[in-house]
């Protein structure tokens, strides 16, 4: 090693573009024989694989317990990382790399389940575990250790750690001694060391020391091997320890009666956004994106990141220009200088950007800092790397159908009619099932029963780890999902876990599954004899069969199990509503709406598409009297009759008057205000549509107001919140007209004239005064002499004249 009589040891800051650069720079100027890179040495031999054309950082090492997916660890490379720079040196050169971390084995089996290493100024040692279900680490990390670049950034004045960092490191041109900057930080650190004692704030001094001891024994074996000539690319908080004189015994007593697992790893794909220190990584950084510009820019960093915004906002419809990226590169670089920074960095840009390209709106800012600052690459893994066969088979699967996985939320829609489409829905619906959701079911905008299905899709790093842990059901995805589904089949006790699990082996495709879905669902409604659990299992099993065929599924097994499913609701339906407290009632409303959607499915017309071949007749009217018995019986509560009472007028099985004597009934003298305000949100509360039933009959209408304002005193307030909440779902128009027809004395206040033809409730003609407001804006849509103006209008009669002309004008 040119000019060093003993190892080089470069401290770095994790994915830190300025650490980046500078690593490379002391590399080209030593030429060491062997690279030492923090990080699980069971990786060494999948080294090679960083030199692939088709490996592309963000990326990571994915290292989980065998048999124990769950059990898991990342070790994340940016493209701005300085250890992934000093791999991909060391493999250009033809340099050897070794790892030098505690193994994985070990880090697992103690629990450990985030990357080690913060590198310097980035917290505690751990950052976030896999996903949702890894677990915690030990105890004592919940208190984070002092971070040496917040003192090291207040030492030198600055509040913000970040600018510091910027202005003494990621601005530096490389001027100089190529060491000279890893010997600062080396001597910061063990200033640091010494002044926060070894374990830099908290109780992570035994977890360093372990790591440290296994560091410092890699670093004897390779000088064994290669001589002094070995450069260490590691985090700067541990470079004071590695330069310590330790014997070999007290370092191996260190590493001394660890817990080992037997492990698994590999390479993943990773994003910039799991890099972003908000995500809970705790080596991540704040601007992934906005360190990943300054690497690949160091020439003009601000221009070129202005343009990017510029290009991003233009595309989002926002009216940016070429003066726009000036004018904002101009105010950045003075807001610099007024800063006293030597270049103008994220603060000063972000301000440009707010004040010059979004006239001081947060709202598109929030964008950029969002697909810019932040960033959404997504990397990519070369085929070559180790996987397992049911990882192989989703990435077979994924490229025949010409999936690509993003870090983008992207919605796209599926014509379930083209065979393509279908095997889309179908894969992605088995992997729900296995608990990879690559995507999220949206509504479809053709409305229910088409043959679209919208899908939101968006490729997280720890759906690696989840297909790792769904390789334990078999070696295929569409094998895996069957034996899952066989699975949950014989564990489920809720029927309606079966019916709904029933209805996602028939979207995913899965016939080898439904026998036993099938056996278990037949088993557990046979024992079952809770009507709210038989009510809430239909509908799931009705859309099954409704819309099975869409997939070419045979549902007729499922047909007869629905209908019977459907007759034992209607028996145990009534007994089952009685004695029922407010909450329960409002529960088993629900399940009579359900319930009778799915009444109406099951017995659609034979004609209609993907209609049960075997639609039992009768089905209908049977629920129909169900129905009938809920809305006539005394003793029920008072919204499931409301709600019965409306169902049977919507489908013309109840006449106005005898919902009308219904409604009188419940809201009579002798019914309690509490029951009759109960009856009403169920008559006309359903998603707002009793409004106009009220708007158009007179007779309810006078009813529920003759009701309401003689409701006592001293029960108006309790029933008050129910009424406003039944109100309030009303469209503004409605209730705006309800308002007019009460104002004006309601719908039975005095007789109306045969020669008005008014609507019912209003006046016999045109207000001249409000109606000549709209001339104006008649003017303009139909041309300055279409309409007079309202000055012009001598009498009340000319201004009515004018404004019908008008508004008749419009509608021919």
């Known amino acids: 090693m040119t000019g060093t009589a003993a190892p080089v040891l470069l401290g770095v800051r994790h994915h830190g573009p300025g650490s980046a650069r500078a690593v490379r720079a002391a590399l080209d100027r030593c030429r060491p024989a062997a690279v030492l890179i923090e990080g699980p040495p069971e990786a060494d031999a999948l080294v090679p694989l960083a030199a692939e054309e088709d490996m592309r950082p963000p990326v990571a090492l994915l290292a989980h317990v065998a048999g124990e997916p769950g059990r898991a660890a990342f070790w994340p490379f940016a493209a701005f990382s300085p250890e992934w720079v000093a791999l991909r040196w060391a493999l250009a050169h033809d340099v050897p790399v070794r790892f030098i971390d505690l193994p994985a084995a070990h880090t697992l089996a103690l629990g450990e389940e985030a990357r080690p290493g913060p590198g310097a100024g980035t917290g505690p040692d751990v950052g976030t575990g896999p996903g949702p279900e890894a677990v915690p680490g030990p105890a004592e990390d919940a208190s984070p250790r002092t971070d040496p670049l917040a003192v090291l950034a207040g030492a030198a004045g600055y509040d913000d750690p970040e600018a510091w960092w910027e202005d003494v490191v990621e601005h530096r041109r490389g001027e100089g001694d190529a060491l000279a900057p890893f010997e600062a930080v080396a001597e910061a650190m063990g200033e640091l060391r010494s002044a926060l004692g070894e374990e830099g704030g908290t109780a992570h001094a035994g977890r360093d020391a372990v ?20 450069a260490v690319v590691c985090g700067a908080w541990h470079v004071p320890a590695l330069a310590e004189r330790r014997t070999v015994t007290a370092d191996r007593q260190a590493l001394k009666g660890l817990p080992k697992a037997k492990v698994e790893i590999g390479w993943v794909p990773w994003t910039h956004r799991r890099l972003s220190r908000h995500s809970g990584y705790g080596a991540g950084v704040t601007s992934p994106g906005w360190y990943g510009h300054l690497f690949r820019s160091p020439d003009r960093p601000v221009e070129r990141w202005m343009t990017d915004v510029a290009r991003l906002l233009r595309a989002e419809g926002h009216p940016v220009s070429s003066a726009h990226v000036i004018e904002a590169v101009r105010l950045a670089e003075t807001l ?4 006293g920074r030597p270049l103008a960095g994220l603060t000063e840009t972000v301000d440009a950007i707010r004040a010059v390209m979004c006239d001081g709106s947060d709202v598109p800012l929030a964008l950029v800092r969002d697909r810019l600052v932040v960033g959404d690459v997504l990397g990519e893994v070369p085929d070559a790397a180790p996987a397992s066969p049911l990882q192989r088979d989703l990435d077979r699967q994924r490229r025949t159908l010409r999936l690509k996985p993003e870090a983008a939320a992207r919605d796209c829609e599926f014509d379930l009619r083209k065979d393509t489409d279908a095997a889309r829905s179908r894969l992605l619906h088995r992997l ?44 295929t995805v569409e094998g895996a999902a069957t034996a899952k589904a066989e699975s949950l089949a014989r564990e489920a006790t809720a029927l309606a876990g079966i019916t709904d699990l029933a209805e996602r082996c028939l979207l995913a495709g899965l016939p080898d599954a439904l026998p036993v879905v099938m056996r278990a669902l037949a088993d557990r409604a046979a024992l079952d004899s809770d009507a709210g659990h038989l009510a809430r299992a239909l509908p799931a099993l009705v859309r099954s069969v409704r819309y099975g065929d869409v997939r070419r599924t045979d ?34 409303r629900g399940h009579v709406d359900a319930v009778h959607q799915a009444v109406a499915l099951l017995a659609e017309p034979a004609d209609a598409v993907a209609a049960p071949a075997a639609a039992p007749p009768g089905l209908r009217d049977r629920w129909a009297a169900v129905l009938k018995v809920l809305a006539e019986r005394d ?17 013309g099985r109840l006449t106005h008057e005898r919902a009308a004597r219904l409604m009188g009934l419940a809201l009579s003298v002798g019914s309690p205000p509490a029951e009759a305000a109960a009856w009403i949100e169920g008559f006309v509360g359903s998603g707002g549509s009793g409004g106009m039933l009220l708007v158009h009959d007179e007779g309810l209408l006078d009813l529920v107001d003759g009701w309401l304002t003689g409701v006592p005193s001293e029960s108006f307030t309790g029933v008050l919140p129910l009424l406003r909440r039944t109100f309030s779902a009303f469209e503004p128009g409605v209730r705006r007209t309800l308002g007019e027809r009460i104002r004006r004395g309601g ?11 008014a609507a019912p409730g209003f006046g016999p003609g045109l207000d001249p005064e409000r109606a000549a407001a709209v001339l104006p804006t008649l003017r303009l849509l139909l041309g300055a002499e279409a309409v007079p103006e309202p000055e012009a209008a001598q009498t009340e009669a000319a201004q009515t004249e004018a404004v019908r002309t008008g508004v008749g004008g419009v509608l021919a």
């Open 747 to 757: 719908p039975g206040a005095g007789p109306k004239s045969p020669d008005h033809g």
């Open 432 to 475: 729900r099932l296995l608990g990879v959701d690559w995507g999220e079911p949206l509504p479809s905008r053709g409305g229910l029963g088409t043959f679209r299905e919208g899908w939101r899709l968006c490729w997280e790093p720890e759906l690696s780890v989840r297909i790792a842990e769904a390789g334990a059901w078999g070696t």
């Open 336 to 339: 610099a200088v007024m800063r």
């Open 555 to 588: 549902t007729a097994a499922l047909a007869e199990v629905a209908a019977g499913l459907a007759e034992r609701v209607f028996v145990g339906l009534p007994a089952a509503c009685a004695g029922l407290d407010t909450d329960a009632a409002a529960e088993m």
């Open 635 to 651: 003793g029920l509560p008072g919204g499931i009759r409301g709600r019965a009472a409306r169902l049977l007028l919507d489908d």
């Open 211 to 230: 790591r440290e001891a296994h560091m410092r024994l890699k670093l004897r074996e390779a000088r064994r091997e290669f001589g002094d000539a070995v």
